[in-house]
Structure formats: C-alpha cells, structure tokens
C-alpha cells in the first residue's frame, strides 16, 4: 500500500518479538528493501544469514539489494550462491554467460533457463524483475499480467518492488495496477 515506514515500523516489531524466528527477520529485510533502505536491508539480510545460512532464498535476497546498489559483481556472486544451495544444474552455465556478457549476459541467460516449460508463481515475478533490469518492458508486464491472473502473493508487491521502477510510467503498468484494485499514487492520476 505504499507505507514504507509503517511496514518497517511492523516488520521490527515482528522481529523483536521472536528475534530468532526466519520469516519475521526475512520479512524486516524485505520491508527495509522495499523502503529503498538498502545499506539497512542488506545489514538485516546479512544477520538472518548468520542464522540461516543455508537459505537460499536470503542469497537472492541480498542480490536483489546489490542490484538496486549498482554492484553487479556482488549481485552475481549472490545469486550463484542462492543456485548452490538450491543444487541447480544451471549454475555453471549461468557463470560461463557471466564471464562472457557480464551481468546483463547473466541475466539473459538466467531468462532462458527460466522461460521454457510453464513458469508459474514465484518464478513469473523473477522473470518479470529481470525484464524491469533489462529495460524491457513488454516482457517485464507480460510476466507481472501474468502474475496477477495466476493470484499470485508476488502481485502483492508490484507497487513498492525497486527493481520494478524503470516500467511505472508504462500504460500497462498502471492499468494492472487498477485491475489490480490498488488506490492510484498523486503522480498516477494522469
């Protein structure tokens, strides 16, 4: 709903009240990320790391931090640590695609090893981010369209996620976000 510092405000609420708890001490990163506090998220995601470090998910996490900070290298590492732990097979491929093409090489690839079959969920919202990164944005909305009709929980975050930025001026964007039911922003009025 766009209250940045309200969800934070809940977020350490939550954390401080079962401080040793995944999902509240996942979810303060989230929200501090969310809130563009990047330097602060990428704090609280590093310490549920401590607790946590065979989760994969807070690797991708902290790329996604690294990603709106400019620093690639880092974001790639990240991810690459995310596919360890995940024992994905692509993990080689999408270092070789690294090497070649940089992080935009790796992103490209990571879209081809993620679009064949029937992507669904969790996967269609990570699509759609690393469309947004390329600046594609028929693509990226092609997948957050998608997103919505499958009622996904990642649609809940289309108006605060960063990397979804570069798209929030496109027609599409702000007509899912009608149909999505949520209040228009002063600057979406128009």
């Known amino acids: 709903m766009e ?22 001490n996942r979810d303060l990163g989230q929200a501090l990320y969310h809130a563009r506090r990047y330097d602060d998220a990428l704090r609280q995601i590093q310490r549920t ?3 946590f470090p065979d989760n994969g998910l807070l690797y991708d996490q902290i790329a996604d931090v690294y990603e709106q900070k400019e620093m690639f290298a880092e974001a790639f590492a990240s991810h690459q ?15 070789e695609a690294y090497k070649r093409g940089g992080y935009r090489g790796y992103l490209l690839k990571q879209i081809q090893v993620l679009e064949p079959g ?6 269609l919202a990570r699509l759609a981010h690393m469309y ?42 702000r007509e899912l976000v009608r149909r999505i039911g949520f209040p228009q922003s002063p600057g979406e009025k128009n």
């Open 49 to 51: 790391v401590e607790m």
């Open 132 to 173: 947004a990164m390329l600046d594609d944005e028929p693509h990226a909305m092609s997948y957050l369209e998608r997103t919505y009709e499958e009622h996904s929980p990642a649609t809940l975050f289309v108006r605060t996620a960063p990397e979804l930025d570069s798209i929030r001026s496109s027609p599409r964007y």
């Open 3 to 24: 209250r940045p510092d309200e969800a934070v405000n809940q977020s350490e609420r939550a954390r401080d009240l079962d401080p040793f708890d995944f999902y509240a």
């Open 81 to 95: 640590q995310a596919l360890s732990l995940y024992q994905d097979p692509s993990v080689t491929a999408l270092g």
């Open 118 to 123: 029937h992507p669904r969920g969790l996967t």
